[in-house]
């Protein structure tokens, strides 16, 4: 005999919505492919049209569950899943998305169809044809919104979670979509404020500096802006908020791998071994640029007389490389595979001089309470940087480390509350908790 | 000297760890039988529910042991020679040591229940249990749970996560009564109802029914109602794990019986975590302590005692903490289910129902005794601070602030808390 009136929340009630906003995700790209296939060009409107319906009404329909569930974070089923525990469905989606970063940076006129669709958005909105860049920051910030929203229902019962998320939809859909199209509209140079050296490494090239310099007093504003964000903003809101404030709050990077890279957090590498090697990556990196920007000021103060040429091939290299290669195409295209934060463990220039910041000069640290902590591994399985923050909580230490981009996740996952974001004090934040008897 | 620890868990290896802390010679070897390496029995549902595979619930990588010469050995203690000094294994090995520590923690309670050994009836204590569990509830529909403990109400939300009706059978007329007050309880079996677990209180069981002799089919109640069920959890509770050692001169009661220091009758012996049981307790105190915590703590303790430095074991203030569905809690103090005459209770709940607070207190002189809280993360060290300097009730209520330890944005309650208490008559 049972009770069924009960048994009123089923895991699995959601699931046919699911089915549904899948499919119609499905759908959009199907009709994305048929355009890319020359279709787009003839019937730019019905395309967009559809793309853009099919895809914002798949991602709605499939967070619905999450709204509709009694709040609390549920991961159920993630490492049995083959899309989500690097098994077929993984891979699938993995090959798709690095081929389209092939295709978009190298062979863009295959992809000609689809960004004719754009058209209508484009000239709409920056008074002129679409490109592949512009199809490819729509598509970027769709699935920022399409995936936040997602992450907002499934994490809704952590109010950090929501907070931050909507600030990195707003400040992808604002910052680094919207106002760079309309300053193109006004005829200003097309400038993203939200992304400062050495992450977007050419805003301190001396050519980009004379471009804009040149292009008149929001030119000059813009060179500004870099400056003070690079040199003044980014050392202080990190010494009170560590690298959080941009990697979790306000990048571009990090809004994609918090939103559409959620799904594959867990698949990031937790070794000693994968810690050395983003080390010696990330920093390496950062010291590419910096010897990259340095050359490019030498040899333009003396006139290119110096290194001729061969400054230029040093910062092709670096965009080739770096830019493109690591940051897209492994970048993103790997996430199923090896987690949502490659680009910004291993490769990110930005976080890497934020890290250091952390690490030695910042009020923030993870707090472990006391010895609360069950070493269960939820924390370490669900954090994105591959931090083994169990490995502290057990001990009762702090997490004080470079690469943490303050996503709060660990914290949320806990099952005993042990972890907790914070900025306090610099002293004492890596004094860890140690037990005092009875008497 | 030559150290065998016998048991990989919290408690083995936590002395393993730390004798190879203080001691970089002695040899330190761990047998265990469950797994090669020690894992988080604490993440055992994790794993079903697909949260984590079983790589995640390893709080060492793999190389840890070689790397801090902690030799490994997977196998089955069968007798324990303590005129010798020796061990014989499964494999008909036998190893001799200078220091043995017995750290075998716990299995489940059994009642000897007719039908106990169907299929699909079971407990929850190891990984061997669990992949009879993967297999014992592929595919089914209902199940039904006995107890209403800790590892019950996990074992629920296990079979929940794969959409399996649960019916939990529980002695006493509101879940974990015998460790939570009422109000607590009373919160927390509403929030099972929500998600749409059936609990059935002062129920017990009776009879477990099976039509093809072979699987679980039904249970019956005392009060003679019928449950069909295609799988019986039985979670009441554990005890130690110490057959082996029945025909040996190592005195045993329930655990194996040792002293402050954690050693047993027999020099160069000792025993901890869940498979020990102290000989002398303070009132208001257990004798036998099954907890992560505890295995963990004295396991540290243990280790300093075996390397030279014999230390007591002191549990410090009690603290512990749990899960129930989405409702974490924790607890600072010694809550009982039901306050003394000489004390007084301050209880809190969110009209939301899902968030509690109670700060028990002495009457005399108003020093706090301890905290339960659900839905709020709070401070150990602050909590902890608190009972050990006895501060008054209305000090704790006007600074609980500093103990928050919520998630940034999140709600504060505190000012709420002080201004029920100080609008209740009894404070
Ligand atoms: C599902 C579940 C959830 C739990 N959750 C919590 C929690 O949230 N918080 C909390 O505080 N506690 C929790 N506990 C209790 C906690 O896990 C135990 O108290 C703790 O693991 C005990 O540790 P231990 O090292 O003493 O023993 P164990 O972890 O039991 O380790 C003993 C090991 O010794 C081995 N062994 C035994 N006899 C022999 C032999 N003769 N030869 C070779 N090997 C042998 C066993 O195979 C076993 O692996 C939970 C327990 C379970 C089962
Ligand atoms: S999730 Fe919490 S309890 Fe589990 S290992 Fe991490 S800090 Fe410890
Ligand atoms: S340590 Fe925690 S907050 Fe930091 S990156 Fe990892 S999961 Fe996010």
Not at chain 2, 182 to 195: P, R
Request: hydrophobic share 40%; with cysteine.
């Amino acid at each position: 005999m049972q009770d069924h009136s009960l048994s009123l929340a089923k895991p699995t009630e959601g699931l046919l919505s699911q089915k549904i906003g899948a499919s119609l995700i499905a759908a959009a790209l199907l009709c994305a492919i048929i355009a890319a296939f020359g279709q787009g060009e003839t019937q730019s409107v019905l395309f967009f049209g559809l793309i853009i319906v099919f895809s914002v009404a798949g991602g709605i329909i499939f967070s619905i569950p999450y709204f509709k569930a009694i709040p609390g974070i549920k991961n159920n089923g993630i490492m049995h899943s083959p899309a989500t525990n690097r098994g077929g469905i993984a891979w699938g989606i993995a090959i798709l998305m690095t081929g389209f970063y092939i295709i978009l940076y190298w062979f863009p006129n295959y992809l000609e169809g689809l960004i004719r669709t754009m058209d209508p958005l484009s000239s709409m909105l920056r008074n002129k044809p679409s490109d592949q860049w512009f199809l490819y920051g729509t598509l970027y910030t769709l699935a920022v919104i399409i995936m936040g929203i997602r992450f907002i229902g499934k994490y809704r019962s952590n109010r950090y979670q929501v907070f931050r998320t909507l600030s990195v939809m707003f400040f992808q859909l604002g910052f680094a979509f919207l106002i760079p199209a309309f300053l193109l509209k006004l005829n200003q140079p097309e400038f993203y404020f939200s992304y400062f050296w050495p992450l977007k490494y050419s805003y301190l090239f001396p050519n980009d500096i004379d471009y804009l310099i040149q292009s008149g007093n929001i030119g000059v504003f813009m060179v500004f802006w870099g400056l003070v964000m690079t040199f003044i903003a980014t050392p202080i809101l990190t010494y009170n908020y560590g690298k959080r404030w941009y990697c979790s709050w306000v990048c571009g990077c990090g809004a994609l791998a918090e939103t559409l890279g959620d799904p594959y957090r867990q698949n990031s590498d937790k070794s000693l071994k994968a810690w050395k090697v983003e080390r010696w990556m990330v920093h390496s990196v950062l010291v590419f640029v910096v010897l990259t920007t340095a050359l490019l000021w030498l040899n333009s103060w003396k006139n290119g007389t110096i290194l001729g040429d061969a400054s230029g091939l040093f910062s092709q290299c670096y965009g080739f490389l770096i830019g493109s290669v690591f940051s897209g195409v492994i970048g993103t295209g790997f996430y199923p595979i090896m987690g949502s934060r490659v680009w910004c463990r291993f490769g990110c220039p930005m976080a890497a001089i934020l890290g250091l910041f952390q690490r030695f000069k910042s009020k923030f640290r993870i707090t472990t309470n006391g010895a609360q902590c069950i070493s269960c591994g939820n924390c370490s399985t669900y954090c994105e940087m591959g931090i083994d923050v169990r490995a502290y909580a057990q001990k009762g230490e702090n997490i004080i480390r470079a690469s943490c981009v303050g996503c709060g996740i660990c914290s949320a996952v806990c099952p005993r509350g042990v972890l907790n974001l914070e900025n306090l004090a610099e002293e004492g934040r890596f004094e860890s908790y140690t037990r005092q008897g009875n008497k | 000297m030559n150290i065998i620890i016998i048991g990989n868990g919290i408690t083995g290896i936590t002395c393993a760890r730390n004798i190879r802390k203080i001691n970089s010679d002695a040899t330190i070897t761990v047998i265990s039988e469950e797994s090669k390496h020690f894992y988080s029995r604490t993440a055992l549902m994790y794993m079903y529910m697909g949260h984590m595979k079983y790589e995640n619930t390893k709080p060492y990588e793999d190389w840890f042991w070689s790397k801090n010469r902690i030799n490994l050995i997977q196998a089955t203690v069968n007798h324990l020679d303590t005129v010798n000094k020796s061990l014989k294994l499964d494999d008909s090995r036998i190893l001799n040591y200078d220091k043995l520590v017995l750290a075998t923690g716990s299995i489940p309670n059994n009642f000897g229940f007719p039908g106990e050994d169907l299929n699909g009836v079971q407990a929850l204590y190891n990984l061997q249990d669990l992949e009879k569990m993967e297999k014992n509830t592929s595919n089914i529909s209902a199940a039904v749970i006995v107890g209403g403990g800790l590892i019950g109400i996990e074992m629920a939300e296990m079979l929940h996560s794969r959409n399996i009706s649960v019916t939990m059978l529980i002695r006493e007329n509101a879940y974990w009564a015998n460790a939570l007050p009422q109000e607590e309880a009373q919160l927390i079996g509403n929030h099972l109802h929500k998600h749409g677990i059936t609990l059935k209180f002062n129920t017990e069981l009776k009879e477990i029914r099976t039509i093809d002799q072979v699987n679980v089919h039904s249970i019956v109640t005392k009060q003679e109602e019928t449950i069909d069920c295609q799988f019986l959890g039985i979670t009441t509770g554990v005890k130690p794990n110490i057959k082996f050692l029945k025909n040996s001169s190592i005195e045993i009661e329930k655990g194996i019986l040792v002293n402050e220091f954690l050693e047993t009758n027999i020099p160069d012996i000792f025993a901890a975590g869940d498979c020990a049981q102290f000989r002398y307790v303070k009132t208001g105190e257990a004798p036998i302590e099954q907890l992560w915590y505890t295995g963990k703590m004295q396991g540290e303790t243990l280790a300093n005692t075996i390397c030279g430095n014999k230390t007591t074991y002191d549990r410090g203030i009690w603290f512990n903490s749990a899960k129930f569905f989405d409702l974490e809690f924790q607890t600072y103090g010694k809550i009982l289910p039901e306050i003394t005459p000489e004390q007084e209770s301050f209880y809190w709940e969110h009209e939301n129902g899902k968030i509690s607070f109670r700060a028990n207190y002495n009457k005399s002189d108003r020093s706090i005794i301890g905290f339960n809280f659900i839905g709020i993360r709070f401070r150990q060290v602050i909590a902890e601070q608190w009972i050990r300097e006895q501060k008054e009730i209305e000090y704790v209520i006007d600074n609980l602030k500093q103990g928050w330890f919520d998630p940034e944005f999140s709600d504060a309650y505190d000012k709420k808390i002080a201004k029920s208490f100080s609008s209740n008559p009894i404070n």
